[in-house]
């Protein structure tokens, strides 16, 4: 057996650091530690293959055919084996041309200037094995070469990005039919493709770019967002979640910060006595006046206070500081109120919501007897937001099969993408220089 490479480009995301009740030094600490982490070289292979493992083979010789036989099944980009290699052509024995051949298609090999590799593009090729069938071999080898190295992905993991690359079409086809954006379609694909980037997948960045510029062309001059062929979704909703869905985009790209500073200005005409953002929406289980709101609104100034010092690392604006603050004090867990009435300011976890160490074990007790015990856990957008809320925790989830409602829509579909890459996905893995639109698939 022998552990062979994974050779891939990554980036590190900027990811928003978390809000802190302390002091500022805390938050400048915390961005700098980013920023530098964001300018470090990227030159570690065994850090890159440590985010989903390195392919282990074993390799089995039968007359001139060489089978691999991998422990999983993995989506192969290329592969570059040795031109001099004891293991793979035996003793004094050099190979200039192979044929790789995965899943029933054959793939020919090129060789490299100096003659010591062979590269062979498989362009996605996915198979749990592949034979090697060398074509031209001399006797003149020179020194043995390094090991195969591969250029893959985990065919799960590849799976994932190709659902989130078909979800974001279909997501940018309903906005561009429909001459608006659905706050149950482009925010849940908006948090998925948060969770993915932070789990190392490859996001389709330039569909997400296109969703997010025409949700900030759609935007009033005013401000606000409506849509006078739906009157009964108000004005404030999808304001507050046209501003969440670009403050959750502007991780990846800062475009959006004009258009979140414009809904910043609308906010304090629309506190309620209590100085909370008032709710003109209602729609459950998600969608409940002012828990929902207050994680908009958490979202939105979170992003704002920190671009606030990103050309002065010592300047932040104290105003949103402190707004932030009282967001999270209207946002303590209720232990009297059904949890999926809770869960969505919940999952704004740091930004907004902080667990207490006295409430985690009636939180996670009230989680696991949602998704076992009631109809609401069967909801795909509860069920994926329960999942990810346990996974914070470390929590194993039930065991045996938990109930699901059959997925009837565009945004069940996303949520349903979401819980797969909570489920699927190690949380250290960094995020790819590599998005999905360009991957020849």
Not at 50 to 73: C, H, N, W
Not at 393 to 404: E, W
Request: with cysteine; aromatic share 8%.
């Amino acid at each position: 057996m022998e552990s062979a490479k994974i050779i891939k480009s990554i980036t590190v995301s900027l990811q928003l650091p978390r809000a802190r009740n302390g002091s500022m030094l805390i938050c400048f600490i915390l961005i700098l530690a980013v920023l530098l982490t964001v300018t470090q070289p990227l030159s570690a292979e065994a850090e890159i293959a440590d985010i989903f493992g390195s392919p282990v083979y074993e390799l089995i010789a039968e007359e001139d055919i060489l089978t691999m036989r991998f422990k999983q099944s993995w989506s192969f980009d290329s592969i570059d084996l040795p031109t001099a290699s004891q293991e793979l052509w035996g003793d004094d024995r050099l190979c200039l041309t192979a044929v790789i051949t995965i899943a029933g298609r054959g793939f020919i090999s090129r060789l490299n200037h100096d003659k010591t590799r062979l590269r062979c593009n498989l362009y996605g090729a996915t198979g749990s094995q592949l034979q090697i069938r060398p074509i031209f071999k001399t006797g003149k080898a020179g020194q043995p070469g390094t090991p195969p190295l591969f250029v893959a992905t985990p065919a799960r993991i590849r799976h994932l990005e190709d659902e989130l690359k078909e979800l974001a079409d279909s997501v940018l086809s309903f906005q561009k039919r429909n001459n608006c954006f659905s706050c149950h379609t482009a925010l849940p694909l908006a948090i998925a493709c948060k969770a993915a980037a932070a789990s190392g997948l490859h996001i389709p960045n330039t569909t997400l770019n296109q969703i997010g510029s025409e949700i900030a062309a759609m935007q009033s001059y005013d401000g606000t967002y409506h849509f006078p062929q739906h009157p009964d979704y108000g004005v404030i909703a999808p304001t507050l979640c046209a501003g969440t869905i670009m403050a959750i985009f502007s991780e990846f790209s800062g475009q959006y910060l004009e258009h979140l500073h414009k809904i910043k200005l609308l906010i304090p005409d629309w506190l309620d006595d209590e100085g909370l953002v008032k709710s003109d929406f209602y729609f459950r289980p998600l969608f409940i006046g002012h828990k929902t709101n207050i994680l908009f609104e958490a979202m939105i100034l979170q992003t704002l206070y920190l671009y606030s010092a990103s050309d002065d690392p010592e300047v932040f604006d104290d105003n949103l500081r402190q707004r932030l603050n009282q967001l999270r004090q209207a946002a303590a867990f209720d232990p009297t109120e059904p949890v999926h009435r809770q869960i969505l300011s919940m999952a704004g976890t740091p930004v907004l919501f902080q667990f207490s160490s006295a409430d985690r074990p009636l939180i996670v007790k009230q989680l696991l007897h949602l998704l076992k015990n009631e109809p609401e856990g069967e909801r795909a957008d509860i069920r994926a937001l329960a999942i990810y809320l346990l996974s914070r925790f470390s929590q194993d989830l039930p065991a045996g099969p938990l109930k699901r409602r059959p997925l009837q829509n565009l945004g069940d579909r996303i949520w349903a993408c979401f819980e797969q890459i909570v489920i699927s996905l190690p949380t250290r893995a960094k995020n790819k220089k590599q998005t999905a639109d360009n991957i020849e698939q």
